[in-house]
């Protein structure tokens, strides 16, 4: 099995209903996932790990929270070639720049050589009805993707 994990940033708790979900997600289709806040890991545990899901909410104009921007300079170190890996997140769209965050992970993952097994997910604020459904189906093909990684 896979070593999997999720690293992500929520201030209002949106972002962390996903994560929550994505969870059971990866759960229920017999995985298992490291689940950590972003501000308590260095970028340099993802050589640890197989699969990799990043998940953050938008701050600013269409920016990084300003907890994920160490997290994401020091990306710039790292070679995830061989790694999969997949993002999500909670935005506005009163925003101009709805869910930026989510593409800026998404962009940088790839760019250090992560093969991106899945679309970016966002979600307009709290995960509702059959959004909740969604980030569970998120997890799962998550996992779907990595066996055998
Ligand atoms: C000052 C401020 C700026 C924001 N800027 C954006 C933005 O540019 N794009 C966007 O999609 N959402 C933006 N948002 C909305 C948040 O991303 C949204 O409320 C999100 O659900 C918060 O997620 P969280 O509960 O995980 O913290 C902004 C919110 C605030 C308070």
Redesign the pocket.
Known sequence: MSKLILIYA???????EMSELITSGIEEAGGTVTVKMVDECHADILNDYEGIILGA???????LPDEFLDFYDDLEELSLNGKKAAVFG????V??????AVDLLHEKLSERGAEMVLEPLKLE??PSGDERELCRAFGKNFVGSTVGV
Not at 57 to 63: A, C, I, L
Not at 90 to 93: A, H, I, L, Q, W
Request: no cysteine.
């Open positions: 929520s201030l209002t708790g949106n972002t962390e909410y938008t701050w600013g104009d269409g920016e909670s935005g506005d769209t925003y101009e720049q709805f869910g930026k604020l709290n």
